[in-house]
């Protein structure tokens, strides 16, 4: 290169990392998921493979279409990329067909409701309320703008979904497609009455697992996928993965539609840095040491609850059966915005969620959502969580005492420098 052609070089191309306040922040992000536990039920903690596949090369490549269908050329080496990534996807859910292109949780839905149905069809989900998602019929949301939305809840005694209550809504309704699946419901879903319930009613079962994808694929949910016609899930919760959507399904044409409706209808070029992430990731959970992962993870949502239960917390639904509890703070007087104000004072992450029939607005709540996957990743046990359940009853029985906050967080610091994310 001639010293003329290597200077305009230079110039387009600085020297890497030169972008000092960019850096500094994510560094200070980097120390922060370090010196925090993090108890937000959608999070998790990727590996450092997970991380080095979306800081690659493969971010450059244009390659809208699919594995040997594209329309750029060059698509040759991330054809391999995306075949690896949906091979491994069939093989962990025991699904025929894989989109892996859906760039998040929300557009995997978007593509599949797309494929199932017509504008305006009727479709039954879980209410926002009671821990639904805003892509199953949130007004604002596409779904709520393009179908016809009818929601059925938890009960308000048991606090769990009945599905004798299920069917009779969806045989008053008569949807065209029938949703199952949320963001904070702590109990199983019975993937098999959803199947026999759409069937009875001539629906179609679409299931969003995007919460519990990790569990489901470390065997410690029961699988949706021989009864749903498409499961979506996002690869970034409990299934570790870089942020992003995924899609299985059986039927062949349903996984035509699907392709379809994921590009050209709703996206142009997949993210392939990203779908290298969701491959490195699916590898991980292949490993049978996922599947301890999970368990791992059930075990301390389990004894999390149990010990704040123990300490006068209402624990909705008595308990949990998965990665996450919502927590009723109301026995301490206070609402879950002061509960995740007062959490974060002492490093210890989470958000503030509505509880069933809650009497106060969203932006108050009255409880917290605490999920166990990221701690988990990070080495914490059942020990562990009778210490932190413990702490997050002293923090919150005492809101106005500062010594408590001060010692909690010393406590806090002390556990997270023992159990370092990326040593
Ligand atoms: C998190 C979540 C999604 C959406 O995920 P995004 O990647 O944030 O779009 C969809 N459905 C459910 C049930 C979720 O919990």
């Known amino acids: 290169m001639n010293p003329a052609a290597a200077a305009s070089h230079a110039a387009t191309r600085p020297a890497q990392y030169s972008d000092d306040a960019l850096w500094a922040a994510v560094r200070a992000e980097g120390n922060r998921q370090e010196a925090q536990l993090e108890l937000i039920a959608s999070e998790n903690h990727t590996s450092r493979e997970v991380i080095a596949a979306m800081g690659t090369v493969l971010t450059n490549k244009y390659a809208e279409g699919y594995p040997g269908k594209r329309y750029y050329g060059g698509c040759e080496h991330v054809d391999v990329v995306e075949d690896i990534a949906r091979d491994r996807a069939k093989q962990l859910f025991g699904a025929a067909h ?67 209550k299920v069917r009779e809504q969806a045989l008053a309704v008569r949807p065209a497609l029938i949703m199952a699946g949320a963001s904070a419901y702590s109990r199983l879903i019975d993937f098999a009455a959803f199947g026999a319930i759409a069937k009875e009613v001539g629906a179609k079962l679409l299931v969003d697992q995007a919460h519990i994808a990790g569990l489901v694929a470390g065997g410690v949910h029961p699988s949706p996928v021989p009864h ?30 699907i392709n379809s409706a994921v590009f050209p209808g709703g996206q142009g070029g997949p993210f392939m840095h990203v779908i290298a992430a969701k491959a490195v990731a699916l590898r991980e959970a292949l490993d049978p040491s996922f599947a301890r992962y999970a368990k791992q993870v059930v ?77 988990t990743s990070r080495g914490l046990g059942e020990d562990h969580m009778r210490l932190l359940g413990g702490w ?32």
């Open 98 to 164: 894989a989109n892996v292109q859906a760039h998040s949780g929300t557009q995997a839905n978007i593509a599949a409701l797309m494929a199932l149905l017509k504008p305006r069809d009727k479709v039954l989900a879980m209410s926002l309320d009671h821990g639904g998602h805003l892509s199953h019929g949130h007004p604002k949301n596409f779904s709520g703008v393009f179908y016809e939305f009818h929601s059925y809840g938890v009960e308000r005694g048991s606090e769990r979904l009945d599905m004798d």
């Open 228 to 257: 749903a016609d498409v499961v979506t899930m996002t690869t970034h919760k409990t299934l570790r993965g870089p942020r992003g959507g995924l899609v299985v399904c059986n039927d062949e044409n349903l996984a035509k539609a």
């Open 299 to 375: 075990a301390n949502a389990n004894v999390l609850a149990q010990t704040l239960a123990g300490r006068g917390l209402r624990i909705v639904s008595g308990g949990t059966d998965n990665h996450l509890m919502l927590v009723d703070v109301t026995p301490m007087k206070l609402t879950g915005k002061d509960a995740e104000n007062l959490l974060h004072a002492v490093d210890l992450t989470c958000n503030k969620n509505l509880i069933p029939y809650d009497q106060n607005p969203p932006v108050k709540a009255s409880g917290v959502r605490l999920g166990t996957a990221a701690i």
């Open 392 to 423: 997050i009853a002293d923090v919150l029985a005492n809101p106005t005492d500062t010594s408590v906050a001060a010692r909690v967080r010393r406590e806090v610091a002390e556990l997270t420098r023992a159990f370092p994310i990326y040593a």
